[in-house]
C-alpha cells in the first residue's frame, strides 16, 4: 500500500545554503537587474526549505552590509596635488575613499558568505537544526527511522516534522496519523507537538491522531506526558510551538499488557480512557494495513474507510446511520467492504461512477 514516490526525500541543506549564499551575492552585485530577481524568485518557490535558506542568508547579509557602512574611511597617505578651483573638470567624479572601501568590503563579505554557506558553516553560526520533512498520500503508508534509533510509522495523508539537537528531540504532527518509537534517552527529550497538545516521553511507544473533536493519543508502551501549549496564537511551524510555554495535563500510560487512550479537545479537558483488548487491537490495526471494526456505526466506518481511498462514499439514507458493521478489511480497499454491505448488511450500494458510491436501505 504504500508509495516511496510520495515520500519526501531527505534534503541536502549544505547545498540549498551554498545557492542561496550565491544568489545573494549576485543580487548585491546586480541589484538593478529585473531578470535576476525573477530567477530568484522562482528558486525560493523550489520548496519551503530554499525560501528559509534565502531568509536566512538574506538577514545575515544585511547584518555584515550594515557592518560595512560602520567601516571608517581610509584616510589617503599621499596628499592630492592642488589643483585651480576654476579650471578643475567638474565632469570628473570625486575620489572618495571612505565609498571605495566598503564597495571592496561588500564584495569581500559576499565571497565569505558563499564560502561560509559551502563548508556548512552557516548551520554551526546560526545553531538552528534544520527541519526534516516526511508524509505519506492518501492511502500511502511509510516508516522512518531516525538518527537516534526511534522511528516513526505514518498513516494514509499524514505529515510529521522533525528537528533534533543536542539537547532535544522535536517533532511535529502536522495532519493525520503516526506511531513513533522511542528510543529512551533520559537527557535528551522526545516531544511530539500536534496542534496545541505535546506528547512528551523518554523511552515509550505510542499513536498520535489529529481529529476533528481533538487530539487522539494511545499509549502502546511505558508512560507519557500530554500537555497543552500556552497561547492564544494557532500553531504553524515547529518553530513557534518550542518557544511557547506549557501546562501539564495528565500523564498516559501502558503496563503489563494494559493500554490506555487519551482525548484532547480545544478545551483541554482531558478524556481518559482504558483500552480493552478488542478495542486496541481495532485502533492499531492500521499497523498491518488492516481495518478492524466490532460494531462501530455505519458513518464511522465509512468516515475510516474515506481515510484511505479518494472514492467518495455516500450515505444517501439516514436509516443507515444507526447501522453497526464489523469486519476486517485491508486499508485502500473498498469493493470488500461495500460487497458485505450488500451482502450480509441489507444495503444498496451505487456506483455512480468510479468515485463516487451511493449507499441506501433496500427496504
Request: aromatic residues 6%.
Amino acid at each position: 500500500m504504500s508509495d516511496p514516490n510520495k515520500i519526501v526525500r531527505l534534503v541536502d541543506f549544505a547545498a540549498i545554503d551554498t545557492q542561496a549564499a550565491e544568489w545573494v551575492a549576485r543580487l548585491d552585485a546586480e541589484p538593478g537587474s529585473v531578470d535576476l530577481h525573477a530567477q530568484f524568485d522562482a528558486w525560493k518557490a523550489i520548496s519551503h526549505h530554499h525560501g528559509e535558506a534565502a531568509a536566512r542568508l538574506m538577514g545575515l547579509w544585511t547584518e555584515l552590509d550594515m557592518l560595512s557602512q560602520l567601516t571608517p574611511p581610509i584616510t589617503a597617505t599621499t596628499p592630492s596635488p592642488r589643483r585651480n578651483r576654476n579650471t578643475a573638470d567638474r565632469s570628473v567624479p570625486r575620489y572618495s575613499p571612505g565609498a571605495t572601501n566598503r564597495v571592496m568590503l561588500r564584495a569581500g563579505l559576499a565571497a565569505c558568505l558563499v564560502i561560509m554557506a559551502g563548508f556548512g558553516v552557516w548551520g554551526i553560526w546560526a545553531n538552528t537544526p534544520q527541519i526534516e520533512v516526511y508524509d505519506t498520500a492518501v492511502g500511502g503508508q511509510r516508516t522512518v527511522n531516525l538518527s537516534d534509533g526511534s522511528s516513526v510509522q505514518l498513516n494514509t495523508n499524514s505529515r510529521v516534522e522533525v528537528r533534533y539537537s543536542r539537547a532535544a528531540r522535536d517533532l511535529r504532527l502536522v495532519k493525520g496519523e503516526a506511531f513513533f518509537e522511542v528510543a529512551p534517552n533520559k537527557t535528551r527529550p522526545f516531544s511530539v507537538y500536534a496542534r496545541d497538545g505535546v506528547v512528551r516521553a523518554v523511552g515509550t511507544a505510542f499513536v498520535v491522531r489529529l481529529q476533528p473533536k481533538g487530539i487522539d493519543v494511545t499509549v502502546t508502551k511505558g508512560t507519557v506526558e500530554l500537555a497543552s501549549l500556552v497561547s492564544n496564537n494557532p500553531v504553524v511551524s515547529l518553530g513557534r510551538a518550542q518557544a511557547m510555554p506549557r501546562r501539564v495535563l495528565t500523564t498516559v500510560s501502558a503496563q503489563k499488557g494494559a493500554m490506555e487512550a487519551a482525548l484532547l479537545p480545544p478545551s483541554h479537558q482531558v478524556e481518559k480512557l482504558d483500552l480493552a483488548p478488542p478495542e486496541a487491537t481495532r485502533k492499531l490495526a492500521w499497523r498491518q494495513g488492516m481495518l478492524v471494526f466490532t460494531g462501530e456505526s455505519l458513518p464511522s466506518v465509512v468516515a475510516d474507510v474515506s481515510r484511505y481511498t479518494d472514492v467518495q462514499i455516500e450515505i444517501a439514507d439516514p436509516a443507515l446511520n444507526s447501522l453497526k458493521v464489523g469486519g476486517y478489511f485491508k486499508v485502500g480497499e473498498v469493493e470488500p467492504m461495500l460487497e458485505a454491505l450488500e451482502g450480509s448488511f441489507g444495503v444498496r450500494v451505487e456506483r455512480l461512477d468510479t468515485k463516487h458510491v451511493k449507499l441506501s436501505s433496500r427496504l
